[in-house]
């Protein structure tokens, strides 16, 4: 796993497919100094893995929009995302490009999605780091909020 700076955005589609990197994006809600997180639901990949929220971008689809979408399918929350930091890249069993953003609550109210999520936290940068089991890739996303 490894950070990737802002100016690595989105990889074409043909250089994805070549190297067989997957395209997600998360979402970074932030609530005095405290971010959301979540805890992966059984029968996922990672299952029991703290990670931030977000998901896969389908065909088509812009990071902004799939991270809009995935936040209402899993916490039941309308989302603006308003600021892109950049991308992490995961070196798992397959290689992901996330897109961070930076997203604001327009509306709704938290609905977890338990076939997607088993639990949420508000937690703070030195708790993030502490977390376990967890995503590596959270550690990289503090980096880009420069925490």
Known sequence: MGYVSSAMSDLPDHLEQRERVGRGAI???????????IRRAAGLARAGCWCLPGGHIEPGETSRD???RELAEELGLVVEPFERLGSVRTRTTRRYILAVWRVRIVT?????NEDEIAAVAWLDADEIRQLSPALASNLDVLK????
Do not use: F, K
């Open 27 to 37: 979402g970074i809600i932030e609530r005095e100094g405290r971010y959301l997180l």
């Open 66 to 68: 799939a991270v809009s």
């Open 108 to 112: 709704g109210e938290m609905l977890i």
């Open 144 to 147: 880009l909020l420069g925490v």
